[in-house]
């Protein structure tokens, strides 16, 4: 039996927590205890157990970052994530806080053959709904640059490739406009420094609060 076959939802979902986290410095505990929504306490006994399994590295006063076998498990559960939120949306029509939640419990539940036959089915597909990259079964991950809207050029054909996942009623009012991940627009003129922007596609034009602009991730369609 693989490590990963002997490991708690609860392992997982710490490790793929970690992996979201860290970028190039350590992910500290009063962050995860804040990304788990637990205690301090119980994030330390967690990563304790984890050091003893080998899948972090983890130091009192640093924090705790992932061992080379700790993200490969994390990138292949944010692969069962990633396939089974496109299943959800683009196959069963699934809303998108419905979506996530039936994600987080299947996630850790699909063999790899499940996995392989549902990434076959939907055309080998490299981004989720939301634009995020799903990575291979080698842990490879196709990133697309892009900015939030409020930072890209005027007059310039945008693609939307990304949209925060943070909260469903923000992708909503962000679906009802049209900007999720393949819309296409400009932004035709360069707005004031504290005012909406004026977005237009080919069938419409309207306005974009910055507040919500900024959750928007953009870049141009010829790349």
Not at 28 to 48: D, G
Request: net charge negative; proline share 5%.
């Amino acid at each position: 039996m693989s490590i990963r076959g002997m490991l708690s939802q609860s392992v997982e979902d710490y490790l793929k927590a970690i992996y979201k986290l860290q970028d190039e410095n350590w992910v500290s505990t009063s962050e995860l205890a804040s990304q788990m929504n637990v205690s301090a306490a119980s994030v330390t006994n967690m990563l304790k157990r984890l050091s003893s399994l080998g899948l972090v590295t983890y130091a009192s006063y640093k924090g705790v970052r992932l061992s080379a076998t700790g993200e490969k498990i994390a990138l292949e559960i944010i692969r069962h994530h990633r396939l089974l939120e496109t299943y959800l949306r683009e196959i069963m029509g699934y809303d998108w806080d419905e979506m996530h939640d039936e994600a987080e419990h299947l996630e850790h539940h699909i063999s790899e053959e499940f996995e392989d036959k549902l990434d076959k089915m939907l055309g080998y597909p490299t981004h989720d709904p939301h634009g995020d990259p799903i990575p291979g079964r080698d842990g490879s991950i196709l990133l697309i640059d892009s900015d939030p809207i409020t930072l890209c050029p005027t007059n310039v054909n945008l693609t939307v490739r990304r949209v925060s996942d943070s909260d469903t009623e923000m992708l909503r009012e962000l679906e009802s406009m049209g900007l999720l991940p393949g819309a296409q627009f400009k932004i035709p003129f360069e707005p004031q420094s504290e005012g909406p922007l004026t977005i237009e596609s080919d069938s419409s034009r309207f306005e974009i609060d910055r507040e919500l602009a900024i959750h928007v991730f953009a870049s141009p369609s010829e790349l």
